[in-house]
């Protein structure tokens, strides 16, 4: 019997058994990662466009005892740790930031609670090594 005659049944037709679990599987691993990865960034952005990171990097930036120390510039080093709320007009932050210098690295800790557009704040320090900053004496001074 000659095998050229014979009809060959498609491709779709002898592989939908393993193709369509595996591509919906495929598809569902996709989705979960892109899910995931806008949550991420979205929730990033938000704490990275927020008053008190804004306000804690220039802080720690103007100080020359952490310059020498970290190094110039001083910036985020990684994923930030912590929450962002706002709830009927009353709004807090509370983050580990992971800082990083020409010299150094060190972690930024940042509390804060505000009404409106005001912002109050508890804790604005950073750690490098066994060395403490503590910028809410200078933030009281100012106001």
Not at 110 to 134: L, P
Request: negative net charge.
């Amino acid at each position: 019997m000659n095998n050229e005659l014979v009809p060959q049944p498609s491709w779709w037709k002898r592989n939908w058994k393993w193709v369509v679990p595996v591509g919906g599987c495929f598809t569902l691993i996709i989705g979960a990662i892109i899910l995931f990865s806008s949550i991420y960034f979205g929730v990033t952005n938000i704490m990275e466009g927020s008053q008190p990171y804004e306000y804690a990097f220039e802080l720690i930036n103007k100080d020359e005892q952490l310059l020498d120390i970290l190094g110039s510039p001083i910036e985020k080093d990684g994923m930030i740790q912590g929450n962002i709320n706002w709830t009927n007009g009353n709004k807090s932050a509370k983050m580990v930031i992971p800082i990083t210098g020409s010299k150094g690295d060190g972690k930024l800790y940042i509390d804060a609670t505000g009404e409106g557009d005001e912002w109050n704040y508890h804790e604005i320090r950073v750690e490098v090594n066994d060395q403490e900053f503590d910028f809410i004496d200078e933030i009281n001074s100012q106001h």
